[in-house]
């Protein structure tokens, strides 16, 4: 069977689809357990229920909210510290170790210290997505300038470019495609940390709602829930795809 001609997102669609039938039939059959694992069908049919009554669309409007000020505040600190990095070496052979370990950290499990710092509100989500996040954007905004070919530094030497002008026109856009990867890492960072804080201080969106839900013992709607954050991702991902596209050099 030849697949070159169907679109990869149809493909993607099929495969999904064909997962999630093969687990309605188990369930049906009883050869997975309905207590833990909902009906698929049920799943989807309880998008009309949680757009409804649970306030889905206003849930979502708060998380987006918070993951676009965690995000904004991400790419612009996390740009800049890359690039402080890549500029004084001494700094960087110093603490790049550290942002590696903090990159790798359970940033989560410190909630508590932020409740205590900013209280149960917006800006703890806020502020544990922003350090959530932030690790990716500094190592990446790093690795993609020092990863510049040295065939496109010795063009602007031979034009006598001035420093300014190598980094600006030559390194930092030669950089653009690394550096979107550590921000779409830092955004998938900092999201996963916003909802989890959501779900664990009973406080936001989309994460409450799941806590909310949870607690009810409503799986269609919690997996509902957890499928339509997925979902956002990707619309997410589509997006910094396309914003990488603009920015990249020679598009």
């Not at 004084?88 to 990159?103: H, K, N, S």
């Not at 950290?105 to 922003?130: D, E, K, W």
């Not at 955004?187 to 201080?201: D, P, S, T």
Request: aromatic share 10%; net charge positive.
């Amino acid at each position: 069977m030849r697949l070159a001609g169907i679109p990869p997102l149809a493909i993607g669609f099929a495969t999904v689809g064909l997962a999630l039938g093969v687990v309605e039939v188990l369930l049906l059959l009883g050869l997975l357990n309905r207590f833990v694992i909902p009906l698929p069908s049920a799943v989807l049919g309880s998008f009309g229920r949680l757009f409804a009554e649970e306030q889905l669309l206003e849930r979502l409007m708060m998380t987006g909210s918070e993951a676009l000020a965690a995000s904004v505040l991400v790419a612009i600190v996390g740009v800049s510290l890359g690039v402080l990095l890549y500029k004084v070496r001494i700094l960087a052979l110093a603490t790049e170790p550290w942002v590696a370990a903090v990159a790798a950290a359970p940033v989560v499990l410190a909630y508590p210290l932020f409740l205590v710092i900013f209280g149960r509100s917006a800006a703890t989500i806020i502020a544990m997505g922003f350090v959530a996040g932030l690790a990716p954007v500094i190592l990446k905004t790093l690795e993609g300038l020092k990863g510049v070919r040295k065939s496109l530094i010795n063009v602007g030497l031979s034009y006598n470019l001035t420093p300014s002008q190598q980094f600006w026109k030559i390194e930092f856009p030669a950089a653009i495609p690394t550096i979107f990867v550590g921000v779409r890492l830092g955004l998938v960072f900092a999201l996963i940390n916003l909802i989890g804080v959501e779900f664990l201080i009973n406080f936001g969106g989309l994460g409450q709602l799941i806590n909310d839900l949870a607690e009810r013992y409503d799986l269609a709607g919690v997996f509902a829930t957890i499928v339509f954050v997925i979902l956002v991702s990707v619309v997410i991902f589509a997006a910094l795809e396309r914003m990488e596209r603009w920015f990249r050099p020679g598009r």
